[in-house]
T-cell receptor, first 109, second 117 residues
Framework: GEDVEQSLFLSVREGDSSVINCTYTDSSSTYLYWYKQEPGAGLQLLTYIFSNMDMKQDQRLTVLLNKKDKHLSLRIADTQTGDSAIYFCAASNFNKFYFGSGTKLNVKP | DTEVTQTPKHLVMGMTNKKSLKCEQHMGHRAMYWYKQKAKKPPELMFVYSYEKLSINESVPSRFSPECPNSSLLNLHLHALQPEDSALYLC????????????????FGAGSRLTVL
């Protein structure tokens, strides 16, 4: 199966940019996704990128994809305390979605 | 309706009990999923139903038994569980099967937190 890896923690100050990184192993993954999980809740889709794209911007979110290195990043501009959560990247292969271990983002006021 | 609803939110059961987790969606989604999430870990795929038929079973022990009575409902029947099965069980659905015509976005429920004593 697919191996998806992320760093476990990130701490930033309110108003700064946050960058969460992810690597994956299966080059045949068609789409790559970012999900957010708040305590005690399910996962909420933030954005996704098609594997043939390099970049996708969606309001405060920017996704960068380096397909050659199988590296994905999520940049959150002007990070707010409400952005504190766990962020999961996911790679998909048909109906199987493989999730990274999650990056816990802590936003300090 | 854009939600996946899971019941119960919390369940405590003994190792000899039989219980069920329920999941419902009314978005017309054609695939439904069960994931298991232990604390501080990513969700792990257990089962996928595509067009109401079981299409993926990730070698899950038989003490977990999925059922898809119709296109809106997904159940997970639990019997003779072990304490290590305690986890958050997440149900998800997606509009289609596969990604041949675009991204296949999962919509997750809030989960059922299971404790096995």
């Amino acid at each position: 199966g697919e191996d998806v890896e992320q760093s476990l923690f990130l701490s930033v100050r309110e108003g700064d940019s946050s960058v969460i990184n992810c690597t994956y192993t299966d080059s045949s993954s068609t789409y790559l996704y970012w999900y957010k999980q708040e305590p005690g809740a399910g996962l909420q889709l933030l954005t996704y990128i098609f594997s043939n794209m390099d970049m996708k911007q969606d309001q405060r979110l920017t996704v960068l994809l380096n397909k050659k290195d199988k590296h994905l990043s999520l940049r959150i501009a002007d990070t707010q305390t409400g952005d504190s959560a766990i962020y999961f990247c996911a790679a998909s292969n048909f109906n199987k979605f493989y999730f990274g271990s999650g990056t816990k983002l802590n936003v300090k006021p | 309706d854009t939600e996946v609803t899971q019941t119960p939110k919390h369940l405590v059961m003994g190792m000899t009990n039989k219980k069920s987790l329920k999941c419902e969606q009314h978005m017309g989604h054609r695939a439904m999923y069960w994931y298991k999430q232990k604390a501080k870990k990513p969700p792990e795929l257990m089962f996928v139903y595509s067009y109401e038929k079981l299409s993926i079973n990730e070698s899950v022990p038989s003490r977990f038994s999925p059922e898809c009575p119709n296109s809106s409902l997904l159940n997970l029947h639990l019997h003779a569980l072990q304490p290590e099965d305690s986890a958050l069980y997440l149900c998800a659905s997606s509009p289609k099967v596969g990604e041949s015509s675009g991204a296949n976005v999962l919509t997750f429920g809030a989960g059922s937190r299971l404790t096995v004593l």
